[in-house]
């Protein structure tokens, strides 16, 4: 396939790898060009704009930092809106629920393409796995070709509903995975001070009950701190602060995010915003902070 993708970050940068191994055709754009140029050595096509980018292929990605990201690379001058045949856009950036419905109306009354909600979850290491999960919303005529296409990355890609759909799918993912790391903090934290060999917990716990995905891979990262980072703790934040917006607009009662909101908006005024989210150790094993 032929594709275009903008936001070339911690998880697009690889996902465009992939893209590319598994022998498509990619046209990419970035706000910084020299982040593109390991990718161009792979074989990736340079774009000066989105539109650029987006025009006369067979669909195009997305993998950017926030809402005014988002709004600037897809309606901005030379945003996507205006390229050539636009057809499908799928944007794995995380955003809220009722922004994207608008985006998605507002894209489809312009140019007749549809927009497909697909955040995902893994990290870095599920795109370089491939094993990705991509929680999407929007029409479902578009996803056959789009999943062709995201198969290089995902091995689960779940249809979720109408536009927004994938988006607060997303958020049910971050308000599990933030509040598991704040309990694995803690948990690490008490554990520190009871003379426990830190390095064997998670060993430990492995099989058991308490065993998760997060705790095999934080626990050693808390316990000592290490590069390349997984996702700054500022980006979780921003992920629980719009849980929370939503659960307000809906009427959901979520006293526990509630609470690591407040630790997460804590371990950023203390600097630790653009550490990785483990980095939340610090709060409950203040002598972490260093190794950050």
Known sequence: MKLAFCG???????????????????????RTPAKAQAL??????????PAQAASDVDGVFMCLLN????????FGPAGILHARHLRWLVDHSSVPPEQTRAWSQRLLAASQADWLDAPVSGGVAGVQAGSLAVMVGGPASPLESA???????ASNITHMG????????KLCNQTIV???????????????RNGIDLKQLAKALQG?????????????????????SIGALSTMLKDVDTVMQVAQS???????????????????????????????????????????
């Open 162 to 169: 109408d536009s927004g759909a994938g988006q607060a799918t």
């Open 8 to 30: 070339l970050g911690l998880m697009g940068e690889p996902m465009v790898k992939r893209l590319l191994a598994a022998g498509h055709t990619v046209k990419v754009w970035n």
């Open 250 to 292: 809906s009427g959901a009662p979520m006293p526990v995010m509630a609470t690591v909101q407040q630790q997460l908006r804590a371990a950023q005024a203390a600097g630790l915003g653009e550490a990785e989210l483990s980095a939340l150790i610090c709060l409950v094993w203040p002598e972490q902070r260093s190794a950050f």
């Open 67 to 74: 809402t005014s990201a988002v709004e600037q690379v897809v």
């Open 178 to 192: 933030a509040s598991t790391v704040a309990a694995i903090a803690e948990a690490v934290g008490l554990a520190h």
């Open 147 to 153: 999943s062709q296409a995201m198969s290089a990355y």
């Open 208 to 228: 058991g009950w308490a065993d998760s995905k997060p705790l095999q891979v934080f626990v050693p990262r808390m316990v000592t701190p290490c590069q390349p």
């Open 40 to 49: 161009i050595a792979l074989g990736a096509q340079w774009c000066d704009t």
